[in-house]
């Protein structure tokens, strides 16, 4: 199937600095990717939608400025907390529209990085 | 809500029994998709099933799809302890569309 890689897998950095998280399609070109949080024992919750060359559509309750989502190339999707605080700390998990069109509506998901913010 | 709603909530079963899923929801749709996701990783694609299929298969796991009934079901059968995970559903409501979680199901198999 279909490989999403993450990196960094878990990442620790210091309250008020940006931590920048990479979503790759590493064997096919995605169009599409989702960003996801998780909290211990709770449901991935959906941030945001992104587009390969145009803006990200964030779900609502999502501050666009604080999680920045990039999409520059079909194979790349980014997403940078800025200003980062305690309680972003969070399991961040990507995913991929797989390739079309048999399994266009496939979406593969990345292993997640663990953001902690100290 | 877009999401789907598993249940039970928690499962826990021996080795070599059969854990059996149920999901629901709420409007039509494209297609279901299950995930496992074991203790902090992320999720792995475990079957996409479409509106028009009622049932798929792969290898030890079997899913219905009842369309009538908004209601999906996973069967894993003869599991094993490595099955230990979260199990979440995913309706898909349009293609190309978006992936909404609910709780999930966390299957817990004891050796």
């Known amino acids: 199937g279909a490989v999403v890689s993450q990196h960094p897998s878990w990442v620790i950095c210091k309250s008020g600095t940006s931590v920048k998280i990479e979503c790759r399609s590493l064997?096919?070109?995605?169009?599409?990717m989702f960003w996801y949080r998780q909290f211990p024992k709770q449901s991935l919750m959906l941030m945001a939608t992104?587009?390969?060359?145009?803006?990200?559509?964030?779900e609502q309750g999502v501050e666009k400025d604080k999680f920045l989502i990039n999409h520059a190339s079909l194979t790349l999707s980014t997403l940078t907390v800025t200003s980062a605080h305690p309680e972003d700390s969070s399991f961040y998990i990507c995913?991929?529209?797989?390739?079309?069109?048999?399994?266009?509506?496939?979406?593969?998901f990345g292993e997640g990085s663990w953001l902690t913010v100290v | 809500s877009q999401q789907g709603e598993e249940d039970p909530q928690a499962l826990s079963i021996q080795e070599g029994e059969n854990a059996t899923m149920n999901c629901s929801y709420k409007?039509?749709?494209?297609?279901l998709q299950w995930y496992r996701q074991n203790s902090g990783r992320g999720l792995v694609h475990l079957i996409l099933i479409r509106s028009n299929e009622r049932e798929k298969h792969s290898g030890r796991l079997r899913v219905t799809l009842d369309t009538s009934k908004k209601s999906s079901s996973l069967l894993i059968t003869a599991s094993r302890a490595a099955d230990t995970a979260s199990y979440f559903c995913?309706?898909?409501?349009?293609?190309?569309?978006?992936?909404?979680f609910g709780q999930g199901t966390e299957l817990s198999v004891k050796p």
């Open positions: 995913a309706p898909m409501y349009n293609q190309g569309g978006k992936l909404i």
């Open positions: 992104s587009n390969e060359g145009s803006k990200a559509t964030y």
């Open positions: 064997d096919f070109q995605a169009t599409t």
């Open positions: 409007t039509s749709i494209n297609n």
């Open positions: 995913s991929a529209r797989g390739p079309g069109p048999s399994s266009g509506n496939t979406i593969y």
